[in-house]
C-alpha cells in the first residue's frame, strides 16, 4: 500500500473543499457558468486521481474511504442546491442522499470489521449518470422537459440498484460467502 498522503488523495481532499464553492455558486442563479466550471473541475479530478492512484501504485485505504465521501459531498451538494432553487423535486434528492448516507454507513460498518468496500461498475456508473443529471438540471432551460426527466428517473434507478448492490454483497461477505474475491477481512469488496 502507498502512502496515504500523494497526489490522488490530495486531488481527492480538494474535491472535498469545493463542494461548498459549488453549493454557493448554484444557489447564486447568475453564477451558472462559474457553477458548472466547478462542477466540471470536481468530476475530472476524480477520474484523475482515480487514474493515478491505480496506474501509479498508490491505492490507499484512506483513499478508498475518502473517494467515495468526495464523490457523495459535491453531489450531494448540488443535488441539495438543486431542489432548492427548484431544479429538482426534493423526492429525487431524498432518495439519492438516503441511499448515500446507507452506503457510507455500510462501508463505515465494514471497516469496523476490517473490510474495505471499494467502488463497483454499477457505482461507478451512477457516479457518472448522476453527473450528467447534474449539468442537465443546471444547463437545461426547462428542467422539467421530458429528457431531463428521463435523465432524472435513470439515475434515482441507478443509484437505488447500485445501492442494493453493495448491500447485497457485504450480506453475502458477513455470512461468509465470497464475493468479488474477497477472503480474509483485510481484503476488499468491489
Known amino acids: 500500500m502507498a502512502s496515504a498522503l500523494n497526489v490522488p488523495n490530495a486531488l481527492t481532499m480538494a474535491r472535498i473543499c469545493l463542494a461548498p464553492v459549488l453549493a454557493l455558486l448554484l444557489l447564486e442563479r447568475d453564477q451558472t457558468a462559474a457553477a458548472v466550471a466547478v462542477f466540471a473541475i470536481a468530476m475530472a479530478s ?26 457523495k459531498l459535491v453531489v450531494g451538494a448540488a443535488f441539495v442546491c438543486l431542489a432548492a432553487i427548484d431544479r429538482v423535486e426534493p423526492w429525487v434528492v431524498a432518495v439519492i442522499l438516503s441511499r448515500e448516507a446507507a452506503v457510507t454507513g455500510l462501508r463505515m460498518l465494514a471497516k469496523r470489521n476490517g473490510l474495505v468496500i471499494s467502488a463497483n461498475s454499477l457505482g461507478k456508473a451512477k457516479t457518472t ?62
Open 46 to 71: 476524480d477520474v484523475v486521481d482515480g487514474h493515478l492512484a491505480r496506474s501509479r501504485g498508490l491505492v490507499t485505504t484512506v483513499g478508498k474511504l475518502m473517494d467515495p465521501l468526495a464523490d
Open 129 to 190: 449518470l448522476q453527473t450528467v443529471c447534474i449539468l442537465a438540471l443546471v444547463l437545461a432551460t426547462d428542467p422539467s422537459a421530458a429528457w431531463v426527466e428521463l435523465i432524472v428517473f435513470a439515475t434515482v434507478l441507478i443509484t437505488i440498484a447500485s445501492g442494493v448492490v453493495y448491500a447485497y454483497r457485504y450480506l453475502a461477505y458477513r455470512r461468509g460467502g465470497e464475493v468479488g474475491g474477497a477472503g480474509p477481512a483485510s481484503d476488499s469488496i468491489s
